[in-house]
């Protein structure tokens, strides 16, 4: 059974840190892309971040570059999102995603506000 499970998420203030967890079972998560996704309220869901199998490209939307870092560890079926220097309008639920199965986990809520 495919699972893919999201923790980390919770409140923070502006100019804060985060990091996020997404792990996974059921399938070999060393042969598939993995991506993080986040929805806000209102508004459309929007990719934030993606990383090769491998951990050797990765890719990010402007509105997060230079500031949420994608990474994986293979040998612990689990792909990571640190984010630093938090906004409010990166409020949202934030979803791991096994682009290439459509596997989804169930989103952790990250808030930023003071």
């Known amino acids: 059974q495919v699972q893919l499970v999201e923790s980390g998420g919770g409140l923070v203030h502006p100019g804060g840190s985060l990091s996020l967890s997404c792990a996974v079972s059921?399938?070999?998560?060393?042969?598939?892309?993995m991506r993080w996704w986040r929805k806000a309220p209102g508004k459309v869901r929007e990719l934030v971040a993606g990383i090769s199998s491998t951990a050797a490209t990765t890719n990010y939307a402007d509105s997060v570059k230079g500031r949420f870092t994608i990474s994986r560890n293979n040998g612990k079926n689990t792909v990571y999102l640190h984010m630093t220097a938090l906004k409010p309008e990166d409020t949202a639920v934030y979803y791991c995603?096994?682009?290439?199965?459509?596997?989804w986990g169930q989103g952790t809520q990250v808030t930023v506000s003071s």
């Open positions: 995603n096994a682009p290439q199965k459509n596997w």
């Open positions: 059921g399938f070999h998560f060393g042969s598939y892309i």
